[in-house]
């Protein structure tokens, strides 16, 4: 899909289709919509040059499992690894935004990233009713 903002309604439904393969409790459902938003918008914002230029992709692969999701998001954008970056404790009271990867970070119970030749893979797993280790 187009990595634009205005694929997040696409994103959203394919979340929630997967949240509900999965049985994931209303909450969980939205830890993994909350995980999944922030992380597209973080890419779509910083990941590709605003410049235009050829339309820029993002690919989502959902696997729902017995009481989790595992979701993979797929972008060509410049190398980011969103589980070493630091996040803000409190970002300036004058500047909108500045929670998004932090939020991701704490909605999912198990986030990985790695760099596939020029492919940013990013794997967000959230689990029904739980916080184990995945």
Request: glycine content about 8%.
């Amino acid at each position: 899909m187009s990595a634009s903002i205005d694929s997040l309604e696409q994103i959203i439904a394919f979340v929630m289709d997967l949240s509900e393969q999965a049985r994931l409790s209303p909450k969980d459902a939205h830890r993994l919509r909350l995980a999944t938003d922030e992380l597209f918008v973080n890419i779509v914002t910083h990941g590709y040059p605003a410049n235009g230029g050829d339309p820029h992709q993002i690919e989502l692969h959902g696997t729902p499992g017995s009481g989790h999701v595992l979701l993979q998001m797929h972008d060509w954008s410049q190398p980011f690894d969103p589980t070493t970056a630091e996040v803000e404790q409190r970002p300036a009271p004058d500047r909108i935004g500045g929670f998004g990867l932090r939020l991701a970070k704490l909605c999912a119970d198990r986030l990985a990233y790695e760099r596939v030749g020029n492919m940013n893979r990013t794997i967000i797993v959230v689990r029904r009713q739980g916080r184990a280790n995945a």
